[in-house]
C-alpha cells in the first residue's frame, strides 16, 4: 500500500526559509516522477517543482524558480522542499505526488500526500 507523510510545515515570517519533507512507503521512488503542488485557499491546484524519472533536470515553477530546491533523498524514500526567501503569496497547503510517467501535471500523478500547510505572515 501506498502512503506519503509530508511534514515541516507551519508559520514563518516572509524571508524565511523552510522544508517540507515526504516520506513515502509502498513503492520504489527511483521508478516514478515525484512532484510538488500547492494550493492558496480560493485558487486552483498549481504546480511547484518536479523531479522525473528519467533523472532530468528538475523543473520548477516561474514564482518559485530561484528560491526552491527539489530534492530526493541519497538513501531511502524521502523527498524534501527546500523553501527560501518566503513571500506571503507562497501560503499555501503543500502536496507532495508520484506518478509512473515522466510529466508533471496533476493529471500525470498516481498518488498524492495529505497536505501540509504553509503559512508565511508577519
Known amino acids: 500500500q501506498v502512503q506519503f507523510v509530508e511534514s515541516g510545515g507551519g508559520l514563518v515570517q516572509p524571508g524565511e526559509s523552510m522544508i517540507l519533507s515526504c516520506a513515502a512507503s509502498?513503492?520504489?521512488?527511483?521508478?516514478?516522477?515525484i512532484a510538488w503542488f500547492r494550493q492558496a485557499p480560493g485558487k486552483e491546484r498549481e504546480a511547484v517543482s518536479c523531479?522525473?524519472?528519467?533523472?532530468?533536470?528538475?523543473l520548477y515553477s516561474d514564482s518559485v524558480k530561484d528560491r526552491f530546491t527539489i530534492s530526493r533523498a541519497a538513501a531511502g524514500n524521502t523527498v524534501f522542499l527546500q523553501m527560501r526567501s518566503l513571500k506571503p503569496s507562497d501560503t499555501a497547503t503543500y502536496y507532495c505526488?508520484?506518478?509512473?510517467?515522466?510529466?508533471?501535471?496533476?493529471?500525470?500523478?498516481?498518488?498524492w500526500g495529505e497536505g501540509t500547510l504553509v503559512t508565511v505572515s508577519s
Open positions: 505526488a508520484t506518478g509512473l510517467g515522466v510529466g508533471c501535471t496533476e493529471y500525470d500523478m498516481d498518488y
Open positions: 509502498g513503492f520504489t521512488w527511483d521508478l516514478y516522477t
Open positions: 523531479i522525473t524519472n528519467d533523472d532530468s533536470s528538475p
